[in-house]
């Protein structure tokens, strides 16, 4: 049979209106969505055929989705955010590559979406509006002692950070170390903000400083960005807090 094709597509952090038209094209011509069960839930109304996985089956995902794609079908594999930020792209790709060419027939491409950090960081202004990076600290993929490294190296270089996978039930204190990592570089009224289920339902976005940022009150569900040396918060109208990182460096000379 000949080759159908497959996406992988970003659904955005999780309201409609932040999915991109692109990833709603794919999604309504879809006949088959393979997805973690919760981001499945995102996608309102379609007719395509579900194929719910756990979250950590993603070579299997990968290739369930490639088969099906392979056998004509028009597969989309959803990602939350943008899906190639900690997220399935990496799977797809890394199995085609491994695959001897058994997927040459199947149309492969992946559509972008708003990942975690530029969602939440649109809450608050733009504290990403300097040089920033984003880490996970899941140390499921990849040995502790490198996210910390990359910490240590972060810390250094002053950049903003965006921490993604912040803590789960089987890692209650890393959020803590990398959160005294970033500490002993910047000033303890360095902005934190927190945001939880950004765009979807029960919303919440905190700001607060490394001082005061309490780990206990962050789950799996929120993104966490600190700032550097340079990032300022400041209170707006309506109790707004609002933050940004300037975009001049202080001490550059034009
Ligand atoms: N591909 C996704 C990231 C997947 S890793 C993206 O680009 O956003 C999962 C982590 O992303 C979560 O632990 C959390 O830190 C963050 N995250 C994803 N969606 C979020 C949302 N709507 N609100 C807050 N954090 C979110």
């Known amino acids: 049979m000949s080759g159908g094709r497959l996406a992988v597509v970003g659904l955005g952090p999780g309201d409609a209106a932040s999915r991109t038209a692109a990833a709603d094209e794919r999604l309504a011509a879809a006949t088959d969505l393979v997805g973690y069960g919760p981001y ?66 199947v149309d492969v491409s992946v559509v972008p979406g708003v990942t975690a950090a530029s969602a939440a960081a649109a809450r608050v202004g733009a504290p990403l509006g300097h040089d920033f990076c984003c880490l996970s600290l899941s140390d499921v993929l990849k040995p502790w002692p490198v996210v910390e ?49 950004v765009g979807r339902a029960g919303e919440t976005t905190t700001v607060t400083t490394l001082a005061a940022v309490d780990p206990g009150t962050v789950d799996m569900r929120t993104v966490v960005v600190v700032g550097s040396t340079t990032t300022r918060a400041f209170a707006g109208p309506a109790g707004r807090t609002w933050v940004y990182t300037p975009r001049r460096y202080p001490d550059a000379t034009s």
């Open 40 to 105: 499945l839930d995102l996608v309102a109304a379609s007719d395509a055929i579900r194929h719910r996985s756990d979250n950590r089956q993603e070579e299997q995902r990968a290739r369930l989705a490639l088969d099906l794609a392979a056998a004509g079908r028009d597969v989309v594999v959803v990602s939350s955010g943008d899906p190639g930020v900690f997220a399935m792209a990496t799977a797809v790709v890394e199995t085609l590559h491994r695959s001897d060419g058994r997927y040459h027939d």
């Open 149 to 197: 490294a990359r910490l240590e190296a972060v810390a250094a270089a002053d950049l903003v950070v965006a921490l993604y996978n912040p803590v789960s039930a089987h890692r209650p204190w890393q959020l803590g170390r990398a959160l005294a990592i970033l500490a002993a570089h910047r000033p303890a009224t360095t902005p934190v903000v927190l945001g939880r289920d």
